[in-house]
Nanobody
Framework: QVQLVESGGGLVQAGGSLRLSCAAS????????MGWFRQAPGKEREFVAA????????YYADSVKGRFTISRDNAKNTVYLQMNSLKPEDTAVYYC????????????????????WGQGTQVTVSS
């Protein structure tokens, strides 16, 4: 069974940091493009960041650029999202996703470009 499992979410004060992890199982994701999305209450799911299969290319939403960093460890079949200088507006459920069709392209911002999704992890930033 193919699974993506996110972890590392929690409650943090504004200005703090969290590191999310996304562990993959059931198939090898080391040749997939990977992405992070988030969904705040009452809002649509939105793109946060993407990374190419090798980790050599990354792409970020303007709202997180300079504060968040996406990375991956293919030996561990895991993708990370380091989140610094968190703001209350970053509060959301964060999802990781895999795009096996675009291992090199990182401008994959649409939900329908991804074939596999995790169940999400809650991030809450208090003011």
């Amino acid at each position: 069974q193919v699974q993506l499992v996110e972890s590392g979410g929690g409650l943090v004060q504004a200005g703090g940091s969290l590191r999310l992890s996304c562990a993959a199982s059931g198939r090898t994701f080391s040749r997939d493009g990977m992405g992070w999305f988030r969904q705040a209450p009452g809002k649509e799911r939105e793109f946060v960041a993407a990374i190419s299969w090798s980790g050599g290319r990354t792409y970020y939403a303007d709202s997180v650029k300079g504060r968040f960093t996406i990375s991956r460890d293919n030996a561990k079949n895991t993708v990370y999202l380091q989140m610094n200088s968190l703001k209350p507006e970053d509060t959301a459920v964060y999802y990781c996703a895999a795009d096996p069709k675009s291992p090199y392209r990182v401008e994959t911002t649409r939900l329908d470009e991804y074939d596999y999704w995790g169940q999400g992890t809650q991030v809450t930033v208090s003011s």
